[in-house]
């Protein structure tokens, strides 16, 4: 629990929070917070009557939860009335009349107020995912200067919304900073959107590995037991048709497995029959949705090895960073899945595991069948699977990573406290500094065209950290 006394660091604006399809946000706000960072919490949605899961029930007590849309409504008519809604503010809400998305301009309206009462000192604000939260806050830089930034996860950015007055090239080229969650996202997005280059970092979604790893400290008790394990929802880009179908080829060929994909979702008809087509009742089961402690103990007891046959949608969506291979990584076994966006930065081909092209059941089938004959090969890529996870993927390696993200780009209220604990953002501190002071002076002494700001380039001259 952080100090109520101390000042916040930065705002996060949340679309729902917390929720339990999300639980990855949970985790981010519950490690900065114990890693020193003191965030001011909003979410537009109220999720409180969902049970808590997989975080504590006291989170919600630090959330500021947006009122309804009528009562923002009634927030910003009453300060128009007063003559306190800031000139930008009633600019925007004439000029987008019925507009879609418009609830965005009266969301950051009361965002801001609450900031001015409780923090009037913050200067950014930090959101997950290129919609609506990151366009409400693409509103609060109108309306208030400040900055804003998010983390791009997959569809969010593969196939984003248009049809919004702030579509995503507007969301991109006016933030401060874009955190996305794979190598393979930094390069696709810095193509498509050459501007956000720069401020593009990537930072892996974080894992609280600590019970997956105690579930069997890396040593799987279920190789051998000819069982493929799959975790995930019944949707197109998971590709369970093509598992199912790599199963019969596994069949066909005479080999001994039995396959078991836990999850429910909107397939899971279509798959039930394509399982029953392909006369694979007694070695494929649908063993619909389950709770983590079940997934982590049949992953940790009884998976031989782990398949998620990811493909890409017919409109480009996709999976980036599966969370639940990390998991199956956690406890040591090894893994199958398709060459897709950010798969190969978690299952390096070869040393932690198989891949193939999507769309491809018979080269599946074939990594398949090469693991479940081969225990010491599973051994050896499970181990080497369970060392990533730890080195690369644990919400205490890429809060880290985020916090030095944020604060390089100079988006994060100056802390000691933060340097004490991290002092390599020291010199990222010192670096944004010297950038501040070179704009200022340059807009204070400068006259036209001759700007202090280019007497100061030179090779003495601080410059931003890549």
């Not at 950010?342 to 769309?359: A, F, N, Q, S």
């Given at each position: 629990m952080?100090d109520?006394?101390?000042?916040?660091?930065?705002?996060?604006v949340?679309q729902?929070f917390?929720?339990?399809?999300?639980?990855?946000?949970?985790r981010?706000?519950?490690?900065l917070?114990?890693?020193?960072?003191?965030?001011?919490?909003?979410?537009?949605?109220d999720?409180?009557?969902e049970p808590a899961q997989?975080y504590?029930?006291?989170l919600?007590?630090r959330?500021?939860f947006?009122?309804?849309?009528?009562?923002?409504k009634?927030?910003?008519?009453?300060?128009?009335?007063?003559?306190l809604?800031?000139?930008?503010?009633?600019?925007?809400?004439?000029?987008?009349g019925?507009a879609?998305d418009?609830m965005?301009v009266?969301?950051a309206i009361?965002?801001?107020?609450?900031?001015?009462?409780r923090?009037?000192?913050?200067?950014h604000?930090?959101?997950?995912?290129?919609g609506?939260?990151?366009?409400?806050?693409?509103?609060?830089?109108?309306f208030s200067?400040?900055t804003y930034?998010?983390?791009?996860h997959a569809?969010?950015?593969f196939?984003?919304e248009?049809d919004?007055?702030?579509?995503?090239?507007?969301?991109m080229?006016?933030a401060?900073r874009?955190?996305?969650v794979?190598?393979y996202?930094v390069?696709?997005?810095s193509?498509?959107?050459?501007?956000?280059?720069?401020?593009l970092?990537?930072?892996?979604?974080?894992l609280?590995l600590?019970?997956?790893i105690g579930a069997?400290?890396?040593?799987p008790?279920?190789?051998?037991?000819r069982?493929?394990?799959s975790?995930?929802r019944?949707?197109?880009?998971?590709?369970?048709?093509?598992?199912?179908r790599?199963?019969?080829?596994l069949r066909?060929?005479?080999?001994?497995?039995?396959?078991?994909?836990?999850?429910?979702?909107?397939?899971?008809?279509?798959?039930?029959?394509l399982?029953?087509?392909?006369?694979?009742e007694?070695?494929v089961?649908?063993?619909?949705e389950q709770?983590?402690?079940?997934?982590?103990?049949?992953l940790?007891?009884?998976?031989?090895?782990f398949?998620?046959?990811?493909?890409?949608?017919a409109?480009g969506?996709?999976?980036?960073l599966?969370?639940v291979?990390m998991?199956?990584?956690?406890?040591?076994?090894?893994?199958?899945?398709t060459r897709l966006a950010?798969?190969?930065?978690?299952?390096?081909?070869?040393?932690?595991?198989?891949?193939?092209?999507?769309?491809r059941?018979?080269?599946?089938?074939?990594?398949?069948?090469t693991?479940?004959n081969d225990?010491s090969?599973c051994?050896r890529?499970?181990q080497?699977g369970?060392?990533l996870?730890r080195?690369?993927?644990?919400?205490?390696?890429?809060?880290r990573?985020l916090?030095?993200?944020?604060v390089?780009?100079?988006?994060?209220?100056?802390d000691?406290?933060?340097?004490?604990?991290?002092?390599?953002?020291?010199?990222?501190?010192?670096?944004?500094?010297?950038?501040?002071?070179?704009e200022?002076?340059?807009?204070w002494?400068s006259?036209p065209?001759?700007r202090?700001?280019?007497l100061?380039?030179?090779?003495?001259?601080?410059q931003?950290?890549?």
């Open positions: 952080p109520p006394g101390k000042p916040f660091h930065l705002a996060y949340f729902r917390p929720t339990f399809t999300q639980t990855f946000c949970a981010e706000i519950l490690e917070e114990r890693q020193g960072v003191r965030p001011l919490i909003f979410s537009v949605r999720p409180r009557d997989s504590p029930e006291s919600k007590e959330v500021i947006l009122p309804d849309e009528e009562g923002l009634a927030h910003a008519t009453a300060l128009r009335e007063s003559g809604l800031p000139k930008p503010a009633r600019t925007a809400l004439r000029h987008w019925k879609h418009k965005r009266y969301e009361w965002i801001q107020g609450e900031i001015q009462r923090a009037p000192y913050l200067r604000a930090h959101g997950h995912f290129a609506l939260a990151a366009r409400t806050m693409w509103w609060l830089r109108q200067g400040l930034s998010f983390t791009a569809n969010d950015v196939c984003g248009v919004t007055p702030v579509p995503l090239d507007l969301l080229r006016d401060s874009i955190i996305t794979s190598d996202t390069q696709r997005l193509r498509e959107f050459p501007v956000a280059a720069p401020k970092r990537r930072v892996y979604n974080g609280d600590e019970k997956w069997n400290a890396g040593q008790g279920g190789i051998g037991s069982r493929i394990y975790v995930g019944l949707i197109e880009k998971k590709g369970y048709d093509d598992l199912i790599a199963c019969a080829v066909d060929r005479n080999v001994s497995f039995t396959c078991h994909i836990v999850g429910g979702g909107p397939l899971e008809e279509a798959l039930r029959n399982i029953r087509d392909l006369r694979l007694n070695l089961f649908l063993e619909g709770n983590q402690d079940f997934i982590i103990d049949h940790a007891h009884q998976a031989h090895v398949a998620l046959a990811c493909v890409t949608e409109d969506g996709m999976d980036n599966p969370t291979i998991e199956a990584m956690a406890v040591g076994i090894p893994c199958v899945s950010g798969i190969p930065e978690m299952i390096l081909e070869g040393k932690t595991g198989l891949l193939t092209g999507e769309r059941p018979e080269d599946f089938a074939h990594c398949l069948e693991l479940l225990e090969l051994r890529f499970g080497a369970f060392e996870a080195e690369r993927f644990d919400k205490s390696v890429t809060t990573s916090k030095r993200a944020l390089s780009g100079g988006l994060v209220r100056f000691p406290g933060l340097i004490g604990s991290q002092p390599d953002l020291a010199e990222d501190y010192r670096h944004q500094r010297a950038l501040r002071l070179r200022t002076l340059g807009a002494f006259p065209g001759r202090i700001h280019l100061l380039e030179g090779a003495n001259a601080p931003p950290r890549a």
